[in-house]
Every structure is written in C-alpha cells, then in structure tokens.
C-alpha cells in the first residue's frame, strides 16, 4: 500500500535515502595496530595515527578490506579493482588528524541492491556504493560544565559507509531497510550490527514531494542508532517538511539531528558552516588495487545469506514464506533451527522455535546465544514427542522448566511422572468407560453427528489427565465407535 | 693526536676500528665545537648527555669487536625527526614543548647503526623556506663568508639550514636532512657540501614529521660523497610503517665506487639554463660538463620541456598536502595552545599565534586550491603538469644514464635578503624541484667557487632508485674540481 | 581569479587561522601574487593527461588484523596542555 503524508491541503509522497555507517569486526583499527575493544578506558586504545601524533603514518589493515569486499559481494555489488583513499578535511576535537581517511572518487565498492519484505511484499533498494573509511573519537559533554572531554578509543576504527539509493518510500520501509541490511552483515560476520554500541547508525536523508514532481531538498539526520528512532525521525521530519511546504516556505538543506527524548530533529548550529571538505588523495596511501583472484577466492568463503537460505529453508523443509521469513531473520535463530531440525520434522521443529522458543527468549529478553537453549535440548525434548513418550501438549507445559534445568530430557520427564500414555489395552478400557458414561452422544455420533469425535477425545485426554497418546487415542476411538 | 676537524665518516671509522682515538673523545670534541659555535644557531636542542651516554656504549662495541657501521659517529639529527624522550619541534612554536614518545624509523636505523646524537638541528618551520630564515628559533647562520665582506652573515639554505651549517662548520661529521622541494641539496649546496636526495621511498616517513607526505623524503647531508653512501646505507630500509616504503632492493652504496663514469651518457637540459641563473654558476656547469668528458662520458642534449611549471606546480601541490598534514596541530592533544572559551577561537588563535608567517601563508594557498570551484583549476591541473613534468623525465632517460645541471640558481645570500616577495625566495628552487616532483635521487656535490669563494653546488639527477650512479658522478666531481 | 578580503576570511576560517587585521592587506597582496604566479600553469596543454597522485608506483602494503596495545595512556595524554581522567579536555562543544 502506498504510504503517503496526510498535509492540510495535498498528500505528499516521502523520499529516504540512508547512509548507513557499519563498524567493521575487526581486532585491530583500520589504519593503526590500537584493539578495538568496547567499553576501554578512556584514551587507552589509541595508536599514533589514533590521535594524530607529528610523523604518524597509515598502514591498511587486510581483514578491513576483505570484509569490505566480502560485503560488497553480498549487496550483489560491483567491487572496484581499483580504489583511492582521501582525505576528507574539517576540524573538530574528536578529529585528532584534522582529516578523516575516507574514500569519495573512487570507493572500494559501486553500485548494488538488496531485496526488503514489507508486509509479504519484495521490493529492490538500489545501493550506491559502500567505502571504507576511518571512524571519529568520542566527544563527551556532560563531565563538566564549561568544557568537553575527548575520548579517541573509537578514532581511527573502520567503518563501512554503505549508502542507497534514494529508493525508499516510508518509515517502514527504511526500518526494513536497515534490518535487512543488519542482517546481511550478520551472516557474513562483517559487522555485530549491535546499534546500541554505536556499531551501526544511519544516517537519514529525508524530502518530500507530490507525486510525480522533482525530488524535493533534502535533510540528513545524523547518527540515529536505533530502528525505532529511525522510524521516529523520519515520521517527525518528514511532518515538519510538509508544514513548513504548505504554509508557503521552502526546506533549507542542512544536517539536524534527532533527540529521542523529544521525539523532534533539530538543526546542528554547530556544524553549520559551510561544508568545504576539500577532498584529496591521501599521498600517504597508494591506490588500494585488488586482484581477480583474490576477489574471487573471498566469493567462495561467502556463507549462505538470508535470501538463499530462505528459499532452501522452503524447498527443503517444506516450510511456508512466512515461518521461513522469520527464521533467517536472525542468523542465529536460522542456525539454530537448521541444527535443531536435522534429523527430525521441519514443520515441528519451525512451530517451536517460532512459538515456544521464540516466547521464551522475549520473556527472559535474551538472544538464543545468551539464552540456555541450546540444539540439543530442545532436540531432545522434541524426539519424546516425536516418538510418543510425552504429548505435545506436555512438551510445552514443561519447556521453560526444562530449560532452566540442567538435565537430560528424559530424566526430567521420567522425575516429573511425565511419561504419555501409550498402553493400547489401558487407553481402549479408558475409551470404554467415557463411551458407557455418555451412551445418547454414542448414539448421536452413529447417527451421523461427527463433530462429536472431538469431544470424545477430549473426555479421554481429561481421563487420563494429559498423558494419553492422542494419536492411539484417536485410532482406537475410531475403531471403538464403529 | 688526530686532527679532528680533518676526519670523514669513513676516516673516522677507520681511526675508531684502530683504536687511534675513542669515540667519547671524538664526541667531546664535536660537543665543544657546538658549544664554541653556539652563534651560527645550528641545534634547537642539544643532547650532550644523551650523545656522551652513546659514545660510551660504542667504544664498549668496539673494544668488543662488535662494531657497527656507523659505530661511534656523532650526527646532527634534523628537528623534523622525531626522537623518543628528546623534543622534537619542527622550528615551529606550535611543537615548542613537544616530546615524541616513539622514534622516526630514519633515526632508529640511524641509531641501531651506531651513529650518536649530538642534537636536533635547526631547520625552517615545518621544512618551509629555503633560507632557514623562517624558525621559530631563530635564524641559522652560514659559517661561510665573502671573500670581500667578512662580516656579512649568509643564510645556510634551507630547510635544512642547521644540519648543513653545522656539517660545514664542523660541528658534527653527518647530518640527516629532508627534501620536499630541494631542502637538502639548496642548503648542501649554499654551505660547499654534499647533499643526497634518494628516491623517494628509499628512506621511511615514519617519525618524520610531514611536510608534502607525496614529496618528502629523508637523506644525508655530509662532507663526502662516500660518507653520503655510508649515512645513505643506514638510513635506507623497507618500513611496514610506512605504506610508501619502497620495497625494492636495497644495494651496496658503497658499490658506486665501481661503476665507471666512462661510456654512460649525461644529459644537459636546455631548460635548466634559466634566465636569472648566475653567471658564475654558469660557468661550473660547463666545467663540469668537461670533467664527465674527460672521464670518457657521452654528453647528450636533452630537452625536459615542462622544466618551468614544476615550480608552480610544486607551488600548488606542497601547500595542498601542507594544508592537511599541518591541520592535526591544533593544541588539543600535544604542543602550544592558547586557551580560549571557545573551541573554534581555540583552534584559531592557536593556530594563528603557533604557526609563523611563512607556513600561514602556505596553509591559505594550500586551502584556497583545494577548496570547492579551485580544486580542478589548480590541484587537479597541478597532479595532471606532476605527470608531465614526471613523463619528461622518464623520456630523457631512455637516452641518457644520468642528469647534470646547477642545484642552484645563485650562490648563498645575506640573511634578510628575498625576504620582502615570497615568490623571489621559492625561486631557489627552480632548478631542485623538478626531480623532487619525479621522485628522482639527486645529489648536490661542490663543484667550485664564485669569485668570493662562495660554492657552487652542481646537481645530478638519476634514474629511479639509482643512487649508485649519482652517488659514483659525484665522487667523479669531487675527485676532479681540484679542492 | 584574485583573491579579495572576503575570500581571505573564508580559507582562513576553514583553516582555523586568525588572520590579524594589520596583517590582512599584506597577505592579500601576497596571496594574490602566488595564485597569480601558479595561475602559469593554465597555459600548459594538460588534455588527456591523467592526474599523477604519486610517484610510488608499488602496491599497497596490507597489514594483519593483529591487535597490539603499543602505547599506554600515559604516553598518549604526556603532551596534553589539557586533560583530566584520562580524556583530552577542550572548551564545550556545542552539537
Ligand atoms: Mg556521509
Ligand atoms: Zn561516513
């Protein structure tokens, strides 16, 4: 369905392009030997060119550059043979060179796209380009009142600038965007995508328009770090756009900034002089030129990504879109499922991570990694069921005990008295006496009344308090009623 | 006793292996020279202690036959390198009191050689002038005079003013210096010594502080040219630190002794001969020319056609890079702040007040070209006159061994001189700054005498990472011009 | 293309340096001189000429992705004129 914003007096169609900046998993910064640990302290992860010291001198770091390539490849991109760093020139404290390292002319990767899902509904967002490019310090404004502290732990870290095309149309669309894109990164372990460490933030170009007409002037809102702000910040800017349009005046481009407290954007006076980044080739580094061959051999350590994986999920577990959809969703739950399923039914296995599993891990608000659920517990759990020794129905009441427990499963069921019911002789005399305590419902259902199996099933599962194997129950019921 | 004052590296090597004096001994004597020289403004800061403290672990080496090559030898260190523990300023206020806590890969080869520090050296602010009249710490003063005015004080050249002031006076055996546009062969020439501008990446950046980053390359200033090879050959070396380092082969320096001048071919560029270029010099030129003849050289014509844009196009293309690699001083994290309330009044203040004159200019010229609606006309066509100024040379090269021309276009000048019109001062270095923008080794070898015994430097240019056979022309020279 | 006073206040400020008033006429004039002089090269015929970014013309050492602590925190702040717990202080920043 076409998202459109309601103004006083028209519908005004939204345009977003982001700018998505991805902190690349590496041990060590993109241009210096500095770790990259999180949560260091201050000022204690910074090598010479970290913090701009006189003679400092970059060196690449390769793995930078294949997980670059490596995502490249993934956004069905073209990866250039040849590229340049620059230097991209403005003066800020976090900016210990006076410059960032980055790539403009000439960036490591070009054009590509990804497929998003809205509401069952595949759209292509074309990617402009991804570059490689060195991350700022950290400015922190709340120690003292009169000045600013600098931190420059994160100065010099890489990141990936993967910037799209102006494709999007709505907030949902950006949202799925960058969940897309996150989990892309993710499978290929290029980035941990974790936005609330700042390892992924966008930023968000946002015009508005009436259908049909030229692109309108844009507003970049910088650094939002969370999906939902990002919903949040187009929703509002976009809104302001329309009024400010409506009543006659016109959109002047600058940068703003969201404050989720607010809910608003705001200019950012502070950088509002002009932009002159006075780009150049950084003589420091010659151009970054790769081979065919090395291209070619990182294609092949390509893992599989979401969009395949989802397919394959389809075709060979005879999963549905939508149960398929959500399980690659998350690459751990994707793993976790395929090393749960092998060997058992994929129907069974996907309605439990779907639904008991996936219940769990919002109750206890854990990923499947920190969680306790592991492959083979629930493996385990799932093989008593799918050999009858306990129902479905009994798997379910004790899952999250069971979790929590350290024990073998059928142990646990064993202590627990847990063991179904599958006595052929027990449950035909069970059958038996629900059937001699209800003789009109017998004569109704032999009559041609046959919604009253069910309720026949349900007495002798309330008999037999749960444990009745319900597929002997319903056989031998079958058999009892003819 | 020996007479100090008459050693060469290499002589001195020998005296050290002979135990004919210690190299404590030595570094006393050149600490006392310093001191007894103070006027001339050669060291920004002096490391006597450090220096004695050296020369004692080298005689130790040497007792133990555990020499080095460069064991015991006192240096001057240009102040452009920066030394662990030791301030390193760049002449510029704005590094005043800063203290490097790593070491320049150059000074670390140096040193792992066994050379000895005796100090920093003066040089202009951030390697800019060609006078050394543009430090923070003051001028450096030539030790050199006219024959007909004793009195009047010369400039060394620059920008590494103090390390050839100080290798002519005396005051150490070697110095290292920097080249960015001719700031080792100018002031090489100026003070009647040799100056040697490898390759560029033969020498690492790492440690040094940036002045071009695309130009700047590191190389030795010294009495002869076979001291040259033997500082060359510790100061040269593939560095990981340093994503320009060459890693081609390094040779044998010393083996430029057995290339034979006879049969190679010295190309003489038309272009070279300049309006404005001294008429004495003039004069070497030829006389050089008659040397190469007489060892059995080939003299060829050639023709480097682009010869008069390189200065203009290094005029664009080193303040351009200046502008960047200078924006990381800026009182923050190290050296000269001047507090404001405000951060952008910091940095301007800061900045305004630490830099000098000359290095404030090229920072405006060098934001001015690279910034929106000029980058095209002026960087973009800089890089596009580099690659036919580069072209050129590649081309004469293909029928001749090796380029000889004047180093400068005048001899040394009172201080104060060229100093009311920028453009008249980077004139000097018209006739450097070509093969600086190629990349090409080139040597300033003293090759005679205006008629007030001022030198005269002559300049050989050579194929890329062809150090060796610059190197053996200008032991040619030195062997034939008679002094 | 000359360079007036307005152009001279906007590269000093995107060069963050102050440019005195007394010493503004002079640079003006100089400026003006250079770009004068560099303007030269206009004349020369650059069709087809590709930029030269760099005379090295070998390829781009990579490094391995191997952490190493090479200097403390110590050594980092030694040359601060400001600091306070390990961070580097400058005046209020204003977002
Ligand atoms: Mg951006
Ligand atoms: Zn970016």
Known sequence: ?482 | MTEFSKLSISSAIKGLNNKDFTSVELTQYYIEKIQENSNLNCFITPTFETALEMAKKSDENITKKKQRSLEGIPIGMKDLFCTNGTRTTAGSKILENFIPFYESTVSENLWNSGAIMLGKTNMDEFAMGSANTTSFFGNVINPLNPKSSKNSELVPGGSSGGSASAVCSGLCMGATGSDTGGSIRQPASFCGIVGLKPTYGRCSRFGMIAFASSLDQAGPITKTVEDSALMLQSMASFDQKDSTSSRKKIPNFLDFKNIEIKGKKIGIPKEYLIDGLNSEIRRVWDQGVNWFKSEGAEIVDISLPHTNSALPAYYIIAPAEASANLARYDGIRYGFRENEKDIKELYEKTRGKGFGKEVKRRLMIGTYVLSAGYYDAYYLKALKVRKLISNDFEEVFKSCDLILTPTTPNVAFPIGEKQTDPIEMYLNDVLTVPASLAGLPAISVPSGFNDEMLPIGLQIIGRPFDEISVLSAGSMIERLRGF | MSIDNSTVKKVASLARIEIKSDEEDTLIKELNNIILWVDELQKVNTDKVDPMLSVFNESMPMRQDIAKSNYSNKLIMKNSPKSNSGFFVVPKVVE
């Open chain 1, 1 to 482: 369905m076409e998202y459109l914003i309601d103004g006083s007096m028209n519908k005004w169609e939204l345009i977003l392009g982001l700018e998505v900046h991805a902190q690349i998993s590496s041990r060590s910064k993109l241009f210096s030997e500095a770790p990259t640990n999180w949560g260091a302290d201050p000022n204690s992860q910074v090598d010479l060119v970290d913090c701009g010291m006189p003679g400092a001198l970059p060196v690449i770091n390769e793995y930078c550059v294949e997980q670059a390539i490596l995502t490249g490849l993934s956004l069905n991109a073209r990866i250039n043979k040849t590229s340049i760093f620059d230097r991209k020139n403005y003066f800020y404290p976090d900016l210990p060179q006076g410059y960032q390292i980055s790539q403009f002319e000439y960036p490591i990767v070009g054009k590509g796209f990804i497929v998003i899902n809205c509401d069952g509904v595949e759209k292509q967002i074309g990617i402009t380009r991804l570059h490689l490019e060195q991350d700022a310090g950290k400015s922190m404004h709340d120690q003292e009142v009169e000045s600013s502290f600098i931190d420059l732990n994160r100065s010099g870290c890489a990141l990936m600038e993967i910037v799209s095309e102006p494709d999007m149309r709505s907030p949902t669309e950006a949202a799925e965007y960058v969940k897309k894109l996150r989990n892309i990164l993710r499978y290929i372990g290029s980035c941990d995508g974790n936005m609330e460490k700042g390892n992924l933030r966008a930023d968000v170009n946002v015009s508005v328009r009436l259908p049909g007409e030229e692109l309108g002037t844009r507003c970049e809102i910088k650094n939002v770090n969370s999906i939902k702000f990002i919903q949040q910040a187009i929703d509002y800017e976009s809104k302001r756009q329309v009024e400010i349009l409506e009543s006659g005046g016109s959109i002047k481009q600058e940068t703003r900034l969201f404050d989720p407290n607010k809910g608003e954007t705001r200019s950012m006076r502070g950088k509002e002089e002009s932009h002159d980044y006075r780009y150049f080739p950084d003589p420091d580094l010659p151009p970054l030129v790769l081979t065919d061959e090395k291209i070619n051999k990182l294609k092949k350590t390509l893992p599989e990504l979401p969009d395949d994986k989802k397919k394959r999920l389809m075709s060979e577990f005879k999963l549905n879109d939508y149960d398929a959809e959500i399980l690659v969703n998350d690459k751990d739950i994707a793993e976790f499922f395929e090393s749960t399923v092998c060997g058992r039914d994929g129907k069974i296995v996907s309605n439990w991570v779907t639904g008991e599993v996936f219940s769990y891990l919002k109750r206890i608000e854990k990923n499947i990694k920190e969680s306790k659920i592991t492959s083979n517990k629930l493996g385990g759990l799932l093989d008593l069921v799918i050999d009858g020794t306990i129902s479905n129905r009994q798997a379910k009441e004790i899952f999250e005990d069971f979790i929590d427990s350290d024990e073998d499963p059928r142990k646990f069921i064993q202590e627990r008295g847990l063991v179904q019911l599958s006595d052929m002789n027990e449950i035909e005399n069970l059958i038996k006496s629900v059937l001699q305590q209800n003789p009109k419902m017998v004569e109704d259902y032999k009559n041609g009344k046959e919604k009253l199996f069910g309720f026949f099933v349900g007495q002798v599962m309330k008999v037999s308090e749960g444990k009745a194997n319900p597929k002997i129950v319903n056989e031998t019921l079958k058999k009892l009623l003819k």
